[in-house]
T-cell receptor, first 111, second 111 residues
Framework: GQQLNQSPQSMFIQEGEDVSMNCTSSSIFNTWLWYKQDPGEGPVLLIA?????ELTSNGRLTAQFGITRKDSFLNISASIPSDVGIYFCAGQGEGAQKLVFGQGTRLTINP | EAQVTQNPRYLITVTGKKLTVTCSQN?????MSWYRQDPGLGLRQIYYSMNVEVTDKGDVPEGYKVSRKEKRNFPLILESPSPNQTSLYFCASSPGLNEQFFGPGTRLTVL
Protein backbone atom coordinates (compact mmCIF):
# COMPACT_ATOMS: atom_id res chain seq x y z
CA GLY A 1 0.00 0.00 0.00
CA GLN A 2 0.94 3.65 -0.11
CA GLN A 3 3.36 4.75 2.58
CA LEU A 4 4.77 8.03 3.75
CA ASN A 5 8.28 8.41 5.13
CA GLN A 6 8.52 11.33 7.51
CA SER A 7 11.80 12.74 8.77
CA PRO A 8 13.32 13.43 11.10
CA GLN A 9 11.64 11.24 13.70
CA SER A 10 12.59 13.67 16.46
CA MET A 11 14.15 17.10 16.83
CA PHE A 12 15.67 18.85 19.80
CA ILE A 13 16.11 22.57 19.23
CA GLN A 14 16.59 25.83 21.06
CA GLU A 15 13.76 28.32 21.34
CA GLY A 16 13.91 30.78 18.47
CA GLU A 17 15.39 28.35 15.96
CA ASP A 18 13.74 27.51 12.66
CA VAL A 19 12.50 23.96 12.07
CA SER A 20 12.19 21.92 8.88
CA MET A 21 10.65 18.51 8.41
CA ASN A 22 9.57 16.59 5.35
CA CYS A 23 7.51 13.74 4.07
CA THR A 24 8.22 11.60 1.02
CA SER A 25 6.46 8.85 -0.87
CA SER A 26 7.30 6.51 -3.72
CA SER A 27 3.89 7.20 -5.29
CA ILE A 28 2.02 10.32 -6.33
CA PHE A 29 -0.27 12.09 -3.90
CA ASN A 30 -3.12 14.48 -4.74
CA THR A 31 -3.37 16.10 -1.34
CA TRP A 32 -0.92 16.78 1.47
CA LEU A 33 -1.96 17.71 4.99
CA TRP A 34 0.06 18.65 8.05
CA TYR A 35 -1.27 18.02 11.55
CA LYS A 36 0.02 18.78 15.05
CA GLN A 37 -0.71 16.66 18.10
CA ASP A 38 -0.32 18.11 21.58
CA PRO A 39 0.18 15.69 24.50
CA GLY A 40 -3.10 14.02 25.46
CA GLU A 41 -4.97 15.50 22.50
CA GLY A 42 -6.07 14.48 19.04
CA PRO A 43 -4.24 15.79 15.96
CA VAL A 44 -5.25 19.25 14.75
CA LEU A 45 -5.02 20.30 11.11
CA LEU A 46 -2.40 23.00 10.46
CA ILE A 47 -2.18 23.30 6.68
CA ALA A 48 -3.82 21.61 3.69
CA UNK A 49 -2.20 21.55 0.22
CA UNK A 50 -4.06 20.59 -2.94
CA UNK A 51 -1.87 21.58 -5.87
CA UNK A 52 1.67 20.64 -6.92
CA UNK A 53 4.04 23.51 -6.18
CA GLU A 54 1.59 25.15 -3.77
CA LEU A 55 3.18 27.08 -0.92
CA THR A 56 0.88 27.93 1.99
CA SER A 57 1.49 29.72 5.27
CA ASN A 58 -0.31 29.68 8.59
CA GLY A 59 1.35 32.19 10.89
CA ARG A 60 4.93 31.03 11.46
CA LEU A 61 4.25 27.78 9.64
CA THR A 62 4.86 27.29 5.93
CA ALA A 63 4.23 24.11 3.96
CA GLN A 64 4.86 23.19 0.35
CA PHE A 65 3.42 20.58 -1.99
CA GLY A 66 6.38 19.20 -3.93
CA ILE A 67 6.50 19.61 -7.70
CA THR A 68 6.92 15.86 -8.19
CA ARG A 69 3.79 15.31 -6.05
CA LYS A 70 5.80 12.79 -4.05
CA ASP A 71 6.88 15.00 -1.19
CA SER A 72 5.92 17.86 1.11
CA PHE A 73 7.78 20.10 3.53
CA LEU A 74 6.82 21.93 6.70
CA ASN A 75 8.85 24.79 8.11
CA ILE A 76 8.36 26.52 11.43
CA SER A 77 10.11 29.84 11.91
CA ALA A 78 11.29 31.30 15.22
CA SER A 79 10.08 28.39 17.34
CA ILE A 80 8.37 29.03 20.67
CA PRO A 81 7.61 26.64 23.57
CA SER A 82 4.03 25.98 22.45
CA ASP A 83 5.35 24.48 19.19
CA VAL A 84 6.29 21.37 21.17
CA GLY A 85 4.39 18.30 20.04
CA ILE A 86 4.23 15.66 17.34
CA TYR A 87 3.81 16.77 13.73
CA PHE A 88 2.23 14.40 11.22
CA CYS A 89 2.08 14.60 7.49
CA ALA A 90 -0.83 12.92 5.72
CA GLY A 91 -1.72 12.44 2.11
CA GLN A 92 -4.33 11.12 -0.25
CA GLY A 93 -2.93 9.07 -3.09
CA GLU A 94 -4.38 8.90 -6.58
CA GLY A 95 -7.59 6.88 -6.54
CA ALA A 96 -7.36 6.31 -2.80
CA GLN A 97 -10.38 6.53 -0.51
CA LYS A 98 -8.39 7.28 2.62
CA LEU A 99 -5.57 9.29 4.08
CA VAL A 100 -2.16 7.82 4.79
CA PHE A 101 -0.18 9.22 7.71
CA GLY A 102 3.55 9.55 8.28
CA GLN A 103 5.15 8.22 11.46
CA GLY A 104 5.39 11.70 12.97
CA THR A 105 8.15 14.11 14.00
CA ARG A 106 8.43 14.76 17.72
CA LEU A 107 9.59 18.34 18.37
CA THR A 108 11.20 19.25 21.68
CA ILE A 109 12.26 22.82 22.46
CA ASN A 110 14.85 23.79 25.03
CA PRO A 111 14.10 27.20 26.53
CA GLU B 1 -19.25 24.07 19.25
CA ALA B 2 -18.19 21.86 16.33
CA GLN B 3 -16.58 18.75 17.73
CA VAL B 4 -15.95 15.01 17.62
CA THR B 5 -16.58 13.27 20.93
CA GLN B 6 -15.39 9.86 22.04
CA ASN B 7 -16.32 7.78 25.04
CA PRO B 8 -14.82 6.50 27.15
CA ARG B 9 -11.56 8.47 27.21
CA TYR B 10 -9.79 5.77 29.21
CA LEU B 11 -10.60 2.08 29.52
CA ILE B 12 -8.88 -0.85 31.14
CA THR B 13 -10.39 -4.23 30.36
CA VAL B 14 -9.52 -7.91 30.22
CA THR B 15 -8.95 -10.21 27.29
CA GLY B 16 -12.15 -11.41 25.64
CA LYS B 17 -14.59 -8.95 27.21
CA LYS B 18 -16.52 -7.23 24.43
CA LEU B 19 -16.38 -3.47 24.41
CA THR B 20 -17.62 -0.52 22.37
CA VAL B 21 -16.02 2.88 21.96
CA THR B 22 -18.53 5.48 20.84
CA CYS B 23 -17.83 8.34 18.45
CA SER B 24 -20.18 11.19 17.62
CA GLN B 25 -19.81 14.32 15.49
CA ASN B 26 -22.08 17.36 15.28
CA UNK B 27 -20.81 18.79 11.99
CA UNK B 28 -23.01 16.76 9.61
CA UNK B 29 -19.90 15.22 8.09
CA UNK B 30 -20.31 12.31 5.71
CA UNK B 31 -16.86 10.76 6.15
CA MET B 32 -15.86 9.18 9.47
CA SER B 33 -12.88 7.07 10.37
CA TRP B 34 -11.16 5.20 13.19
CA TYR B 35 -7.41 5.18 13.74
CA ARG B 36 -5.08 3.61 16.22
CA GLN B 37 -1.85 5.27 17.28
CA ASP B 38 1.12 3.24 18.47
CA PRO B 39 4.65 4.49 19.24
CA GLY B 40 6.78 4.72 16.13
CA LEU B 41 3.93 3.70 13.83
CA GLY B 42 2.01 6.93 13.51
CA LEU B 43 -1.72 6.76 12.83
CA ARG B 44 -3.07 3.67 11.13
CA GLN B 45 -6.60 3.51 9.83
CA ILE B 46 -8.83 0.74 11.14
CA TYR B 47 -12.13 1.35 9.34
CA TYR B 48 -13.78 4.21 7.54
CA SER B 49 -17.26 5.16 6.42
CA MET B 50 -18.13 7.38 3.49
CA ASN B 51 -21.79 7.66 4.45
CA VAL B 52 -24.60 5.99 6.37
CA GLU B 53 -24.57 2.21 5.93
CA VAL B 54 -21.31 2.41 3.93
CA THR B 55 -18.20 1.15 5.71
CA ASP B 56 -14.89 -0.25 4.51
CA LYS B 57 -11.70 -1.69 5.92
CA GLY B 58 -8.65 0.43 6.49
CA ASP B 59 -5.11 -0.85 6.95
CA VAL B 60 -5.55 -2.72 10.24
CA PRO B 61 -9.17 -3.95 10.50
CA GLU B 62 -8.54 -7.35 12.11
CA GLY B 63 -10.28 -7.73 15.46
CA TYR B 64 -12.53 -4.69 14.99
CA LYS B 65 -16.05 -4.01 13.78
CA VAL B 66 -17.89 -0.78 13.05
CA SER B 67 -21.38 0.32 12.14
CA ARG B 68 -22.83 3.51 10.65
CA LYS B 69 -26.56 3.50 11.23
CA GLU B 70 -26.76 7.27 11.69
CA LYS B 71 -24.70 10.01 10.11
CA ARG B 72 -23.43 11.41 13.40
CA ASN B 73 -22.37 8.15 15.11
CA PHE B 74 -19.63 5.68 14.24
CA PRO B 75 -18.97 3.20 17.08
CA LEU B 76 -15.92 0.94 17.19
CA ILE B 77 -16.56 -2.56 18.49
CA LEU B 78 -14.01 -5.02 19.83
CA GLU B 79 -15.82 -8.36 20.06
CA SER B 80 -12.99 -10.17 21.85
CA PRO B 81 -10.21 -7.74 22.78
CA SER B 82 -6.65 -8.99 23.02
CA PRO B 83 -3.53 -7.38 24.55
CA ASN B 84 -2.22 -6.40 21.10
CA GLN B 85 -5.19 -4.06 20.80
CA THR B 86 -3.85 -1.96 23.64
CA SER B 87 -3.46 1.40 21.97
CA LEU B 88 -4.61 5.00 21.65
CA TYR B 89 -7.69 5.24 19.42
CA PHE B 90 -8.91 8.27 17.51
CA CYS B 91 -12.15 8.87 15.71
CA ALA B 92 -12.21 11.49 12.96
CA SER B 93 -14.78 13.07 10.69
CA SER B 94 -14.67 15.27 7.60
CA PRO B 95 -17.03 16.68 4.97
CA GLY B 96 -15.05 14.84 2.28
CA LEU B 97 -12.00 12.64 2.45
CA ASN B 98 -9.57 15.36 3.48
CA GLU B 99 -9.22 17.83 6.38
CA GLN B 100 -10.31 15.37 9.01
CA PHE B 101 -11.29 16.60 12.49
CA PHE B 102 -10.10 14.33 15.25
CA GLY B 103 -11.68 13.44 18.57
CA PRO B 104 -9.74 13.62 21.84
CA GLY B 105 -8.74 9.96 21.83
CA THR B 106 -9.50 6.83 23.85
CA ARG B 107 -6.67 5.12 25.65
CA LEU B 108 -7.42 1.39 25.83
CA THR B 109 -5.51 -1.15 27.87
CA VAL B 110 -6.32 -4.85 27.46
CA LEU B 111 -4.90 -7.06 30.20
Amino acid sequence: GQQLNQSPQSMFIQEGEDVSMNCTSSSIFNTWLWYKQDPGEGPVLLIALYKAGELTSNGRLTAQFGITRKDSFLNISASIPSDVGIYFCAGQGEGAQKLVFGQGTRLTINP
Amino acid sequence: EAQVTQNPRYLITVTGKKLTVTCSQNMNHEYMSWYRQDPGLGLRQIYYSMNVEVTDKGDVPEGYKVSRKEKRNFPLILESPSPNQTSLYFCASSPGLNEQFFGPGTRLTVL
